[in-house]
């Protein structure tokens, strides 16, 4: 504990541990101790007590409350109603958290409160060591520099270089290993170009499947599409993904509201049925959200924002690119059918998206 | 060898043998320790010193809501079936029988409904991942503004800002599990951003998801990575992180009786493990109690994973958001010119989505600058000192403010992750918030950085003003000659230490090298330097505080108080000024 000098000397404090290093004043040492009213009161050691072991209690008591919303309330496949089995569940859940909830604070807090009241709280200094002592660290050089010599590494550089080429090759087969991650047949690039959209493929309703007859379209309307021919993909996954390359949203706009269209485009639209990829050309999301007065379609992901009357050019947002229009007409029937797949590649941009098409559809 | 360690004996061999423990504890410990030797443990560790702080605490949040979330994610591994071969769902919640999904999916639905306690242990295994992430950021604050990664611990910060980022990912790949339509629209964000690398990313896609998004086989990947390999490696470094603060021993506040070379706190045996044991019971019980009372993910809501539908105002958890919020705070054109361009090769042009490819950018480099900081702060102020006292945060101005700058722009973004909500919830323009936020994203560190300099820097003299004069006491005093002053109140020696013991060194001058030239990093050191160091304040010197205590005992009752009691505190001195 520091001592106090005397105040004509002019030293302000004399310290017994401090050390000085220039400041104001030298290290007074630890503050004295506070004994708390537990070390010098037995009757506020016992209250603590009381107040620890009623926390204890609230925890078994939390315990049977876990119990009681585990066995008395019914699963939920008990009740023929699902509402009442939600809403069992629903009171299930909230006695289970709390029931544990309380078990645990219990025991949490009473120990805490056990510790801070009743266990010793004095402060205790304990000096720190340096993290290695010279002589260790000489000693451990010496080792070193001997196993080294040992190993005759370094009069042997053959032996050196030969191991390091081998090291250096050693790993590749483990990351030649991890080829066949890709599991699917054709392997490249090519298949993000395509999707199952073709001339004559019929547009029909996402999920139904049910093909739309361009007269049942009202201006103003939009709808989710889906190729016709994506039912006839087997596999759930296969399916999804030439799903998330087909699917579509359609809408039919006055076609006095078509700004300026790109040549070439004049007959992708049906009188005034415009169709688009739904995939956003940003990160990918779904483009779902339609405004029909601003004639503007929404990313509800990163808000990209197109406007569908100027060849879905980008009007706000991160996409750096218009969405691919489909080019769709009507068969004898009346129904909707693309005239093509897309005309450049759909969804987020890829590395390799502006190279030319070997297959020569889409000219780069 | 060193000559600590002894030959062991003949007669020591024998006296091991004959030892007879007396009590039952006793014979139970000495049944082990003469098997595994566990004396010299409980010697060591038994009554080891750690330093008590309430922000001390953050590290141990992070690590109980870790072993919260494996023992909760073991008991839902029972049910959930991590693969994506269907099956027509016929489990309790009626309005998705029938449906055609995945059997995560159904499974996940089926741990939700039809297991007991299912979707309690599914929501506590959820909020104790967001607790784990938050609980190791705050930390990370903690440690940062405090200057606890300073050497000799520098190695053990970047062990944790890699335990922050296997955290997040983590609860990344946790979150895409149950194969709905929010994660499922969450990964397929992750392909875009993946496509988008130059040369590697649509491969990389390709590998991750066994070919085209979504696929067959990205879920028992992610599921592999989820339960397996990112738990073992943030267990890993978990040891490596404890082992080394033991190693270290933990860092102190400055303040009376400490000093770089000691420790001061409490032992482990009772009073630290008493706390520290009944702290994560505490942990533990909060979650809990979330847990029971607030839904999260409510996965049936969102239907099974489908390229087509998407919910507006999905939002990412709480750590993905600056990422979420930077990729939408990017513009895709720039006026009108697209920031998407091609690089016209011979066969044809590459394509760099550079809208995409930015805001990895800010992200890379708080990473980077993350995992780089310790060394890069050491070489600019030149410190080369071993630190086991915290800076308060006023006394290291300029790192506080830098610490407060980045915080800003990661909290704006952090907001841009949600600007629909804000969007929606205060009626606000979507594409203004979007503006601002673009504008804000660079003003606002800058502002941030100014601000919070100032503010240290005002701490700091305020600090000193109390340490000359002492604190305003609020009493007005009426001398005899009519003249009015407050009353101070001087500190005690204990408080004066922590205001007057801290370091404010001058900028220094650029060091010649070998040749006795400076060279040209020097010279951008030295100006570094100069922006880190030149605005200061002066701890309080021996003279003027001695000065000022002649000054305050030179009081108008013609007694002085002696420099003892002005000193020692806990009167009214009074200082006049």
């Known amino acids: ?206 999920p139904t499947g049910t093909p739309i007859r361009a007269a049942d379209i009202t201006i103003g309307s939009a709808m989710h599409v889906i190729p016709e021919n994506l039912r006839e993909i087997s596999g759930h996954g296969e399916r999804l993904s030439e799903k998330a390359k087909s699917v579509v949203l359609l809408m039919r706009m006055n076609p006095d509201d078509f700004n300026e269209q790109i040549p070439g485009r004049e007959d992708w639209t049906h009188e005034g049925i415009i169709a688009c990829s739904k995939v956003c050309t940003h990160v990918g999301c779904p483009v779902a959200l339609y405004e029909r007065h601003t004639h503007h379609l929404l990313c509800p992901c990163h808000q990209s924002t197109f406007d569908a009357a100027e060849n879905f050019k980008v009007v706000f947002g991160p996409a750096g690119r218009p969405l691919p229009q489909l080019p769709i007409t009507v068969d004898n029937e009346g129904f909707l059918i693309a005239r093509s797949d897309f005309t450049e590649p759909i969804g987020p941009t890829y590395w390799e998206r502006g190279q030319t098409d070997p297959e020569g559809d889409f000219p780069a | ?255 009376p009786g400490r000093t770089e070379r000691n420790v001061v706190g409490y032992p482990i045996g009772p009073v630290y493990a008493a706390k520290a044991g009944g702290f994560f019971f505490i942990v533990l019980g909060i979650l809990c109690l979330i847990s029971g009372t607030f839904q999260i993910n409510a996965l049936w809501n969102y239907g099974p994973y489908d390229p087509s539908p998407v919910q507006a105002g999905a939002q990412p958890d709480w750590y993905i958001g600056p990422f979420e919020g930077v990729l939408r705070l990017m513009p895709g054109y720039l006026g009108p010119i697209p920031l998407e361009f091609n690089i016209p090769t011979p066969w044809g042009g590459n394509s760099v989505a550079f809208p995409v490819l930015a805001p990895m950018i800010p992200v890379a480099v708080l990473f980077l600058g993350l ?82 300099k100032r503010i240290c820097l005002a701490l700091q003299r305020k600090d000193r003003e109390v340490a000359l004069h002492g604190h305003e006491a609020g009493v007005i005093e009426v001398s005899p000659d009519g003249g009015f002053h407050e009353r101070h109140k001087l500190p005690s020696e204990y408080e004066l230490w922590t205001l007057v013991s801290y370091e404010a060194p001058e900028p220094s001058e650029p060091r010649t090298n070998a040749k006795g030239k400076v060279s040209r990093t020097e010279k951008f050191r030295t100006w570094l330097n100069k922006i880190w160091f030149e605005d200061r304040v002066e701890p309080v010197s021996r003279e003027e505080y001695l000065e000022a205590l002649e000054h305050s005992g030179d009081h108008e009752d013609g007694a002085p108080k002696s420099l003892e009691a002005a000193s020692s505190g806990g009167e009214l001195g009074s200082g006049r000024h």
């Open chain 2, 1 to 255: 060898m060193s000559a600590s360690q002894e030959k062991y004996a003949e007669a020591q061999y024998l006296e091991a043998e004959q030892y007879q423990a007396k009590t039952r504890s006793g014979k139970i410990a000495n049944y082990v320790d003469q098997r595994v030797g566990g004396t010299g443990m409980v010697r060591e560790f038994g009554k080891k010193i750690f330093p008590d702080h309430w922000t001390f605490m953050f590290g141990e949040v992070a690590l109980y809501s870790f072993i919260i979330v494996v023992v909760s994610g073991a008991f839902l591994t029972f049910w959930f079936d991590p693969s994506m071969s269907t099956t027509r769902y016929s489990g309790s919640y009626a309005p998705l029988q029938g449906l055609e999904m995945s059997m995560a999916y159904a499974t996940a639905l089926e741990l939700s409904f039809d297991v007991r306690g299912g979707l309690f242990m599914r929501q506590l295994h959820h909020w104790g991942a967001l607790l784990f992430v938050l609980a190791m950021a705050v930390h990370m604050l903690r440690v940062f503004f405090t200057g606890a990664f300073r050497k000799p611990r520098e190695l053990n910060w970047v062990v944790g800002a890699s335990l922050l980022l296997l955290g997040m990912g983590a609860g990344f790949t946790g979150y895409s599990l149950p194969d709905e339509v929010l994660s499922g629209n969450g990964l397929r964000i992750i392909d875009g951003m993946i496509k988008a690398l130059p040369v590697v990313g649509t491969y990389i896609s390709f590998f991750l998801f066994g070919g085209e998004f979504p696929g067959n086989e990205v879920i028992p990947r992610l599921y592999s990575l989820h339960i397996f390999i990112i738990p073992a490696m943030i267990l890993i470094l978990i040891a490596v992180h404890l082992f080394m603060v033991v190693v270290h021993k933990h860092t102190q506040y400055p303040g």
């Open chain 2, 371 to 452: 995992f780089i900081w310790p060394w890069l702060e050491a070489w600019i102020t030149g410190d080369k000192k071993e630190h086991h006292l915290l800076d308060r945060p006023r006394n290291a101005p300029t790192r506080t403010a830098v610490g407060a700058a980045v915080m800003t722009n990661y909290f704006i973004m952090w907001g841009m992750g949600s600007n629909d909500l804000i969007a929606t919830h205060f009626q606000l323009s979507l594409n203004d918030i979007t503006y601002w936020s673009r504008v804000l994203f660079f003003v606002g560190p800058v502002i941030a950085y100014i601000l919070t």
């Open chain 1, 1 to 206: 504990m520091a001592e106090h000098g005397n105040g004509e000397s002019g030293a302000v404090v004399t310290a017994g541990e401090g050390e000085s290093n220039g400041y104001a004043i030298d290290n007074p040492g630890l503050p004295p101790h506070r004994p708390r009213l537990a070390d010098v009161d037995e009757k506020a050691a016992k209250r603590s007590e009381r107040q620890v072991a009623t926390l204890f209690l609230l925890s078994i008591i939390g315990t049977v409350i876990f119990f009681v919303g585990y066995f008395a309330v019914a699963r939920m496949d008990q009740f023929d109603d699902y509402f009442e089995g939600m809403t069992a569940l629903r009171v299930q859940n909230t006695l289970l958290g709390v029931g544990s909830a309380l078990a645990m604070l219990g025991i949490g807090l009473g120990v805490v409160h056990w510790a801070r009241t009743l266990m010793p709280d004095h402060e205790i200094v304990e000096d720190r060591k340096p993290l290695r002592k010279e002589a260790d660290r000489a000693e451990a050089e010496q080792i070193v520099t001997d196993v080294i010599d040992e190993t005759q590494i370094k009069r042997r550089p053959l032996l050196r270089n030969t191991l390091i080429a081998a090291a250096l090759l050693a790993p590749l087969p483990a990351v030649v290993l991890f080829r066949d991650l890709d599991t699917s047949e054709d392997f490249g690039v090519e298949r993000l170009r395509h999707s199952l959209w073709a001339e004559g493929v019929r547009l029909v309703r996402d």
